[in-house]
């Protein structure tokens, strides 16, 4: 079973009807799931958890938010937009659904990071990057070195011997919707797959047996990583960052790894 978490209902139903139309014996289904909102966030958890007794693979990917240029937007929690979007949200849900996905015998948690992470710093002094040191690309990338620190310090939490295993990846970037920004133009034209090349790390790290003693890693075309860049192998800094994304979404008390 495949559940589409997304706030775009035509979109839902434009990927349900292309999925259906590949395998029509498919069991997909569609749920509203807005990550800048994390009563949202908390919202579709609930949902899943009442319809479902264990998720095998949960894929952290915020789509089409890659936001190269512009002013800071706030969202209704207080925080900045990408942040929450490309992050925080994603962070909250894996808490949320870690319990069912313990109850599969070999679960994975995807978060859908760049090649670009290595550019970025996560201030956790300031990450809404307020009082001057906003930048569109720079709270992008803030947002995607999260997500790999987020990967690792989760499987450092989970142990060795969880059946839950965590990867970031580099999916690239899929050329699959025009942009009228020249900026967010020039970048796709140099970092965009062809879009049936798009979902092969996804596939990899969510299904291939040879990642079944592996997690906590970064992966880019279907292999793993071996040389990362000191700020994405900071446990201090990734410490950091998981203690200061539960006190921003007011983690629950009962909830793992609080």
Avoid at 101 to 115: D, E, L
């Amino acid at each position: 079973k495949i559940i589409i978490g997304s706030r775009n209902a035509e979109n839902n139903e434009r990927a349900i009807r292309e999925l259906m139309g590949r395998n029509p014996s498919a069991n997909i289904t569609a749920l509203r799931l807005d990550l800048s909102s994390l009563q949202s966030v908390r919202e579709f958890a609930k949902e899943i958890a009442g319809t479902e007794s264990r998720v095998d693979v949960l894929i952290n990917n915020a789509g089409g938010l890659y936001r190269f240029t512009g002013s800071p937007v706030e969202t209704v929690d207080g925080y900045e937009q990408q942040l929450v979007t490309n992050y925080l949200g994603h962070y909250l849900l894996s808490l949320h659904l870690l319990p069912l996905m313990r109850r599969s015998p070999n679960a994975r948690i995807i978060n859908v990071s760049t090649n670009g992470h290595v550019f970025a710093d996560v201030n956790v002094e300031n990450i809404n990057l307020r009082n001057g040191a906003y930048g569109a690309m720079k709270a992008h990338l803030q947002t995607k070195l999260a997500q790999v620190l987020f990967t690792r310090e989760m499987a450092r939490r989970l142990g060795p011997d969880s059946t839950v295993k965590t990867y970031a990846i580099n999916p690239g970037i899929v050329n699959s919707r025009p942009s009228s920004n020249i900026v967010e133009r020039f970048f796709k034209a140099l970092l965009t797959l062809p879009i049936d090349m798009g979902p092969q790390t996804y596939l990899y790290c969510a299904l291939d047996e040879s990642l079944d003693n592996e997690s906590g890693f970064f992966y880019d075309n279907c292999r793993r990583v071996q040389r990362m860049h000191s700020k994405a192998v900071d446990d201090k800094t990734g410490h950091d960052l998981w203690q200061l994304s539960a006190d921003m979404v007011k983690l629950e008390a009962n909830t793992s790894f609080k």
